[in-house]
Nanobody
Framework: QLQAYGGGWVQPGGSLNLSCRAS????????MGWYRQAAGKEREFVAA????????YYTDSVKGRFTISRDSAENMVYLQMSSLKPEDTAVYYC???????????????????WGKGTLVTVSS
């Protein structure tokens, strides 16, 4: 089970941090990540982190502005978002994989476990 926290409203240029906790025993894959879905649009990949090595991956539109990190001991994954833009407005979902598919497959099709989304609104 995944539980995301931290959504809210922020002005353009501001920052917001999201957190996600994976219940103990529910995550045995390779990656955790964040996806988002804006109103009227398809869900898109935002960022992922390799659980073992901590390697990180981002969609181009958030590179340099968002940072994904993890706390292995606490089964937590974080998304630090800065220099937020109105186009970052979306419902953000935390996700985890089962360890059966490649990262490119996960990025395109999504992961295997999903938390409830948390709304991020960037507006003035």
């Amino acid at each position: 089970q995944l539980q995301a926290y931290g959504g809210g409203w922020v002005q353009p240029g501001g920052s917001l941090n999201l957190s996600c906790r994976a219940s103990s025993g529910t995550f045995s894959g390779n990656y955790m990540g964040w996806y988002r879905q804006a109103a009227g649009k398809e869900r898109e990949f935002v960022a992922a982190i390799n659980w073992a090595g901590g390697y990180t991956y981002y969609t181009d539109s958030v590179k340099g502005r968002f940072t994904i990190s993890r706390d292995s001991a606490e089964n937590m994954v974080y998304l630090q978002m800065s220099s937020l833009k109105p186009e970052d407005t979306a419902v953000y979902y935390c996700a985890a994989d089962k360890g059966l598919r490649s990262l490119s497959n996960l990025m395109y099709y999504g992961m295997d476990y999903w938390g409830k989304g948390t709304l991020v609104t960037v507006s003035s």
